[in-house]
């Protein structure tokens, strides 16, 4: 893989999750056309460079409405907190206005673009702007009606701007989410570099993505990303995100079960992820409770989000395990997030993560757990949200427990683990096991990355003390398949037994 | 009454020449009743198409009486000129 493309001068665009996925930013001096249906972002998109561009980057930019006032621009973006009279004040904006006229146009002849051009153009030697966005070039062609000329006067714009240096955003509408590029086939001449977004209904699920379809001349990241919209701006997910950056750690800490810690052979390495899973009822959140504890009593920062049960459950069941959490988060080294998964879509619940990570800066996070949330998703929706929170949390070295509820009682695999598995380094696998009629409960670590482990399945009890692991089963096969049956003891078990009496 | 107008061209292009000389054919044909005519080329004077909102040109603009009036092409569609401007 390569992080930075060093042929081709970019202009970062300020927009999270771009840069990574463009590895840079837009081609500086080009022409980047943006395309999407109607309610697709187009719009945010521009002002989004438009705003980060001025506050972040100092970039004076111009920027060409085509479609709503100039007014109605502005009130939008003040909600999103971006003050664009006061760029114009500071001459780092220029706003042209050309929606359509409330006078109508009456047409008496030929006539050409020249007063738009000279406008863009005026503009740009005034404020020396670096960025002429457009927005949304389709609006001309209603304006005008007249396709042939009015490609002609886009293409006469863009290699004006181009000689002028500019770089230039032109947004365009599109009629399917897949099917032809642009409405009226713009691309066929800006063909600089073409972004796609998308927000497409499946499964009576909405899920927005971005493409970059092509970058001349530069590398950029193939495929759909997801992205959400939020009161910030666009948020895009890069699915990759920390692949080789990823630190890995020596330092272990503890599960809060010294019987767990002795049978993953010293805890938990410090930045591992860990997957435990079990039917419901096997002590799944109890061993994020003891987890949580283990850590807090260490002065280390817990997230604990919790999408099955409610804050209050949530403190009444940790306090019968003797575990405290309201004390804790008073010494603010808890912090607790119950939310329903229908709650918002699944990147929504991702950026609110990421968001509460960087806000609160845990050592740990628990998700209890993260099955409750492929409900609200498709299959591929959730990979994604499984990708990107891992890559996430490996990037800022947090230990994180996720728990994943089987689908059935026996056991089984859940989607969580088929997407999971791969990424985690420790799974333990918690089954009920029932032998002569009696349900018992057993434990087996499964995987441990870069580590010895106990690799036999061992039975387990839980009391008002928490959970306590004894000794293995013997005799019994095909726990973890869900299928426990009895088989005769060993020759040497046998002879063992013998000599005991 | 009394008619104002003004025209926006750009440079010395087809399309300017044309227009400025059908406009000025079109006062010349209806002496009678009193017209002023400004001439704004954007090309020398570019800050003008920003104050006036100018996207396509030529453009005229009958600024008196109101309401106001827009057409823009080179006026080269007489008959609908002078109905649009009320002349007939």
Redesign the interface.
């Known amino acids: 893989m390569v992080n930075v493309d060093t042929l081709t001068d970019k202009i970062p665009t300020g927009i999270e999750g771009f840069e990574h996925i463009t590895y840079g930013g837009l081609t500086t001096g080009k022409t980047s056309l943006v395309v999407g249906t109607s309610g697709t972002g187009k719009t945010m998109f521009a002002m989004e460079v438009l705003s980060k561009g001025v506050t972040i980057f100092n970039r004076p930019v111009v920027f060409v409405t085509l479609e709503e006032p100039s007014d109605d621009i502005k009130n939008n973006a003040l909600k999103m907190g971006w003050d664009l009279d006061r760029y114009v004040t500071d001459k780092m904006l220029k706003v042209?206005?050309?929606s359509p006229?409330p006078?109508?146009?009456?047409?008496?002849?030929?006539?050409?673009?020249?007063?738009?051009l000279?406008?863009i153009?005026?503009?740009v030697k005034e404020i020396k702007a670096e960025v002429v966005i457009m927005d949304s070039i389709g609006s001309l062609f209603y304006?005008?009606r007249d396709v042939g000329l009015i490609r002609r006067e886009i293409f006469r714009i863009v290699a004006t701007l181009k000689d002028l240096g500019v770089t230039t955003i032109l947004t365009a509408e599109r009629t399917q989410e897949y099917g032809p590029v642009s409405k009226h086939g713009v691309e066929e001449f800006i063909t600089d570099n073409v972004i796609i977004l998308r927000n497409v209904l499946e499964e009576e699920k909405c899920r927005r993505t971005i493409q970059i379809l092509k970058m001349r001349g530069a590398l950029h990241s193939k495929g759909e990303f997801p992205f959400t919209m939020s009161r910030t701006g666009i948020h895009i997910i890069p699915l990759s995100a920390a692949e080789l950056k990823q630190t890995s750690s020596n330092i272990r800490v503890s599960s809060g079960n010294n019987d767990l810690d002795e049978m993953t052979g010293g805890g938990f390495f410090r930045d591992a992820i860990v997957l435990v899973s079990g039917p419901t009822g096997s002590g799944k959140t109890l061993m994020s409770a003891t987890f949580t504890g283990a850590a807090c009593e260490n002065k280390e920062k817990v997230l604990l989000l919790a999408y099955e049960e409610s804050r209050e459950q949530l403190l009444r069941n940790a306090m019968s395990w003797g575990e405290n959490f309201q004390n804790y988060e008073n010494e603010e080294l808890m912090k607790i997030i119950c939310v329903y998964p229908e709650a918002m879509g699944l990147e929504d619940h991702l950026l609110m993560i990421r968001t509460e990570i960087e806000k609160f800066k845990p050592d740990r996070l628990v998700i209890d757990s993260v099955s409750a949330l492929e409900r609200i998703a498709t299959v591929k929706n959730f990979r994604e949200f499984v990708i990107g929170l891992t890559s996430f949390v490996k990037e800022e070295n947090i230990c994180s427990l996720l728990t994943s509820t089987t689908p059935r009682l026996s056991g089984g695999d859940s989607v969580t683990e088929q997407h999971i598995s791969t990424i985690t380094d420790i799974i333990i696998l918690l089954r009920y096991v029932e032998i002569n009629g009696v349900l018992r409960r057993g434990i087996s670590v499964i995987k441990m990355r870069g580590s010895q482990h106990d690799k036999q399945i061992r039975e387990f009890s839980i009391d008002t003390g928490g959970l306590h692991i004894a000794e293995p089963f013997k005799n019994i096969q095909n726990i973890v398949l869900g299928i426990p049956s009895q088989s005769a003891p060993s020759e040497s078990e046998q002879l063992g037994e013998m000599f005991k009496k | 009454m009394r008619y104002a107008f003004k025209l926006y061209v750009y440079g010395q292009t087809g399309t300017s020449i044309i227009a400025e000389r059908n406009i000025r054919e079109l006062i010349e044909e209806i002496r009678d009743i009193e017209c002023s005519l400004e001439i704004i080329d954007i090309l020398t004077s570019p800050e003008k198409s920003m104050e006036d909102k100018i996207i396509a040109t030529p453009t005229l603009v009958r600024t008196d009486p109101q309401p106001q009036i827009k057409l823009i092409g080179d006026m080269s569609d007489t008959d609908f000129l002078k109905a649009m401007l009320g002349f007939r």
């Open positions: 042209i206005d050309a006229d006078v109508p146009l009456e047409k008496t002849g030929d006539y050409d673009l020249s007063g738009l000279t406008q153009a005026h503009s304006q005008f």
